[in-house]
């Protein structure tokens, strides 16, 4: 009778041992698939189909207005005047006169065409771009790797430089390049005298990247091999040498990110134009030109598109060109493992 009293008791204890384990091997078999490493689980995240279906919508509805851009700009005025640009699929009419219009004829009001106002952006954003590209690069070097009193104290100074508004320093910024700074009747800051030149233009561009550039690259500088720059130091080799043979080349995809982000920014900017460039033909970009005819112009839609079309062409192949170093760049240090 204790012998069956004990049986049951066994077979249920065994029962409820063997339930408990395979209990626990599942929470563990959850856990271990749940606790993946962090690059891993947001690569699996955005390669479920949800979100590649979700990226191919976005996508496509992101494309569709420019592509109805590209094809009114090749539409001759009658059509794009009476029907949508959709009905090109159906009538193809297209041809490249509009782009000789706008580029090179008077026809869009303004002499020569849009031409010299494509080099003037140009200009502008090539300058703008490598000014602070280089400044940040070595500040952001210096604040990394060269310690002395102060420095994390400067780092977050200009780090919080970034809150400054741009569209509340444009007219003090204006006012100290064409009359200067004046402390009661003490000069500060002379009469600069800027007026009819790209360089106003270009410092502000400068001052105004510089903040978020050094702090981005910084992040990224920082995060170099420590053993590789005590290895040049005690090969005798300078700062200079070091930030030129060493953090530089390592650094290329923060510094294209960078200047891809700023190249754009500088091209498709309007109000730093209107404002240091006053839409002066000699120094204003294709943005402020574009803007103004949009309003004398508004019912040559053909021009108009070609004209705009123009302008996103040149961002277009700068981005693609450095795309690949895009990449890299906002990857780098984000994830390991």
């Given at each position: 009778m204790s012998a069956l009293d004990k049986t049951p008791g066994a077979d249920s204890g065994a029962g409820a041992g063997s339930g408990v384990e395979s209990g626990a091997g599942t929470v563990s078999g959850r856990a271990a698939r749940s606790e993946l490493p962090p690059a891993k689980a947001v690569r699996r995240a955005f390669s479920s189909p949800l979100a590649s279906a979700l990226v191919v919508a976005v996508t496509v509805l992101w494309t569709v207005p420019t592509v109805g851009l590209l094809v009114t700009s090749l539409r001759p005025k009658g059509d794009v005047a009476s029907t949508g640009w959709w009905e090109a699929f159906v009538h193809p009419d297209l041809g490249l006169e509009n782009y000789r219009a706008v580029l090179f004829d008077n026809t869009f009001g303004t002499s020569g065409g849009l031409m010299p106002y494509l080099v003037n952006s140009a200009a502008i954003a090539v300058p703008a771009t490598v000014f602070p590209l280089v400044l940040a690069a070595m500040a952001a070097y210096v604040l990394a790797w060269v310690r002395f009193r102060g420095s994390d104290t400067l780092f977050f100074l200009v780090f919080a430089l970034q809150v400054v508004p741009l569209q509340m320093s444009?007219?003090?910024?204006?006012?100290?390049?064409?009359?200067?700074?004046?402390?009661?009747?003490?000069?500060?800051?002379?009469?600069?005298?800027?007026?009819?030149?790209?360089?106003?233009?270009?410092?502000?561009?400068?001052?105004?990247?510089?903040?978020?550039?050094?702090?981005?690259?910084?992040?990224?500088?920082?995060?170099?091999?420590?053993?590789?720059?005590?290895?040049?130091?005690?090969?005798?080799?300078?700062?200079?040498?070091?930030?030129?043979s060493i953090v530089l080349p390592l650094s290329a995809p923060a510094l294209a990110s960078f200047a891809i982000f700023q190249f754009l920014w500088v091209w498709n900017d309007l109000l730093v134009a209107l404002t240091f460039a006053g839409g002066k033909p000699t120094v204003a970009p294709i943005t402020s030109r574009l803007a103004q005819l949009s309003g004398s112009n508004g019912s040559r839609w053909e021009l108009l598109s070609a004209g705009a079309f123009i302008s996103m062409v040149v961002p277009l192949v700068v981005f693609f060109a450095l795309q690949r170093y895009f990449v890299r760049g906002l990857l780098a240090g984000s994830v390991k493992g």
């Amino acid at each position: 009778m204790s012998a069956l009293d004990k049986t049951p008791g066994a077979d249920s204890g065994a029962g409820a041992g063997s339930g408990v384990e395979s209990g626990a091997g599942t929470v563990s078999g959850r856990a271990a698939r749940s606790e993946l490493p962090p690059a891993k689980a947001v690569r699996r995240a955005f390669s479920s189909p949800l979100a590649s279906a979700l990226v191919v919508a976005v996508t496509v509805l992101w494309t569709v207005p420019t592509v109805g851009l590209l094809v009114t700009s090749l539409r001759p005025k009658g059509d794009v005047a009476s029907t949508g640009w959709w009905e090109a699929f159906v009538h193809p009419d297209l041809g490249l006169e509009n782009y000789r219009a706008v580029l090179f004829d008077n026809t869009f009001g303004t002499s020569g065409g849009l031409m010299p106002y494509l080099v003037n952006s140009a200009a502008i954003a090539v300058p703008a771009t490598v000014f602070p590209l280089v400044l940040a690069a070595m500040a952001a070097y210096v604040l990394a790797w060269v310690r002395f009193r102060g420095s994390d104290t400067l780092f977050f100074l200009v780090f919080a430089l970034q809150v400054v508004p741009l569209q509340m320093s444009l007219i003090p910024l204006l006012r100290l390049f064409s009359s200067g700074a004046h402390l009661g009747s003490v000069t500060v800051v002379p009469a600069l005298n800027l007026q009819d030149s790209y360089l106003p233009v270009w410092l502000t561009h400068t001052m105004f990247a510089l903040p978020l550039a050094i702090f981005l690259l910084h992040n990224f500088i920082a995060q170099l091999p420590r053993d590789l720059m005590e290895a040049a130091v005690v090969d005798g080799a300078s700062h200079f040498k070091i930030f030129r043979s060493i953090v530089l080349p390592l650094s290329a995809p923060a510094l294209a990110s960078f200047a891809i982000f700023q190249f754009l920014w500088v091209w498709n900017d309007l109000l730093v134009a209107l404002t240091f460039a006053g839409g002066k033909p000699t120094v204003a970009p294709i943005t402020s030109r574009l803007a103004q005819l949009s309003g004398s112009n508004g019912s040559r839609w053909e021009l108009l598109s070609a004209g705009a079309f123009i302008s996103m062409v040149v961002p277009l192949v700068v981005f693609f060109a450095l795309q690949r170093y895009f990449v890299r760049g906002l990857l780098a240090g984000s994830v390991k493992g």
